[in-house]
């Protein structure tokens, strides 16, 4: 998903009921979980240069909704 479609989804499940988890899980208001996950963030993930990759993952760590924006540029050291 691109993010404009990460923040829809992440907001209709959370606001129908659902409740917020950590990098990028909630779950729905029937107690199903599920991860709301950006196009790019595997790449980002499976960098060959591991401290990018573990820049992201470091970020990703701390978000609940993931913002691909955020993840980009913690993966590029700013």
């Known amino acids: ?3 404009e479609e ?4 992440w ?5 129908d009921g659902g409740e917020a988890g950590p990098c990028g899980w909630l779950k729905d208001k029937y107690g ?3 991860q ?3 196009d790019g963030l595997i ?19 701390k978000m609940t909704k993931l913002d691909m924006a ?5 993966h590029a050291g700013e």
């Not at 990460?6 to 989804?9: M, P, R, S």
């Not at 907001?11 to 606001?15: C, L």
């Not at 955020?70 to 913690?74: G, I, P, Q, S, Y």
């Open 6 to 9: 990460v923040d829809h989804y």
């Open 43 to 61: 790449d980002l993930l499976g960098d060959a240069d591991p401290e990018k990759a573990a820049r992201t993952a470091q970020a990703m760590y």
């Open 70 to 74: 955020a993840l980009e540029k913690a």
């Open 32 to 34: 199903l979980s599920w």
């Open 36 to 38: 709301v996950v950006p």
């Open 11 to 15: 907001n209709k499940f959370v606001e």
């Open 1 to 3: 998903y691109g993010q």
